[in-house]
C-alpha cells in the first residue's frame, strides 16, 4: 500500500502546473484601475454637452421636445450610475495583497462584459428612441419633411456613431468574456494542481 501511495505521489509531482504570473496580474490590474477611473470621468464629462445644449437652446425647444430630452438625460444619468457601480472592483482596487489580483481582475472583466453588452444594448436602443421622438415630433407638432432634410446630416451621424459604437460594444464584450475564461481557466488549472 505504501508502494501506492508513492506512485500516486510521484504522479502527483510530475503533474504540469500553469505559472500564474503576479507581475502580469498585477500590472494589469493597475492599468485596469487607470482604465476605469479615466472612463468613469469620461462618462461624466459627457453630461456637460448635453446639459449645455439643453441650457442653450431651451427657449427654442418645445414642451415636447425638451420632456423627451430630459428624460433621455434622466435614464442616460441612471445608466451611467450603473456603470459606475459595475466599474467599482477596479477603480476601488487596492494593491497591498497579491491574493486578491486574480479575483478582482475575474470581478472586473465580468463587469467590463457586462458595460459592452450594456452599450451595445444601449446603442440600439438609442436609435428607437430617436424615431420614437421624431415620430412623436412628426404626430404632435409642425415638424414637417423640410425641418427633416435640415437635419438629415446630424441624423445619419447620429446613426453612424451609434452603429460603429454598437460594433464596437460588440467586439469588446466578446474579447472581456474571452479574456475571464482565459484567467479562470488559469486559476481553476492552479487550483487542480495545487
Known amino acids: 500500500m505504501s508502494d501506492t501511495s508513492a506512485d500516486l505521489s510521484a504522479l502527483w509531482q510530475q503533474q504540469p502546473t500553469n505559472h500564474i504570473d503576479m507581475q502580469d496580474l498585477t500590472r494589469r490590474l493597475k492599468r485596469q484601475q487607470r482604465v476605469q477611473r479615466l472612463y468613469l470621468v469620461l462618462d461624466m464629462l459627457g453630461f456637460v454637452p448635453a446639459i449645455w445644449v439643453l441650457i442653450a437652446t431651451w427657449d427654442e425647444l418645445s414642451s415636447l421636445l425638451a420632456g ?28 497591498g495583497d497579491t491574493s ?8 472586473q472583466l465580468l463587469n467590463n462584459h457586462k458595460i459592452a453588452r450594456l452599450t451595445f444594448h444601449s446603442c440600439w436602443m438609442s436609435g428607437v428612441a430617436l424615431v420614437a421622438i421624431l415620430g412623436m415630433m412628426a404626430m404632435f407638432e409642425d415638424y414637417t419633411l423640410d425641418n427633416l432634410r435640415r437635419s438629415v446630416w446630424v441624423l445619419v451621424l447620429i ?18 468574456h474571452r479574456e475571464y475564461l482565459h ?12
Open 68 to 95: 423627451c430630452v430630459i428624460t433621455l438625460v434622466a435614464v442616460t444619468f441612471v445608466f451611467y450610475l450603473y456603470i459606475a457601480w459595475l466599474r467599482r472592483h477596479a477603480a476601488l482596487a487596492t494593491f
Open 100 to 107: 486578491h489580483y486574480v479575483d478582482t481582475l475575474k470581478k
Open 159 to 176: 446613426v453612424a456613431g451609434l452603429v460603429g459604437t454598437g460594433v464596437w460594444a460588440h467586439k469588446r464584450a466578446k474579447r472581456f
Open 183 to 194: 484567467l479562470a481557466d488559469l486559476g481553476n488549472k492552479g487550483n487542480t494542481a495545487g
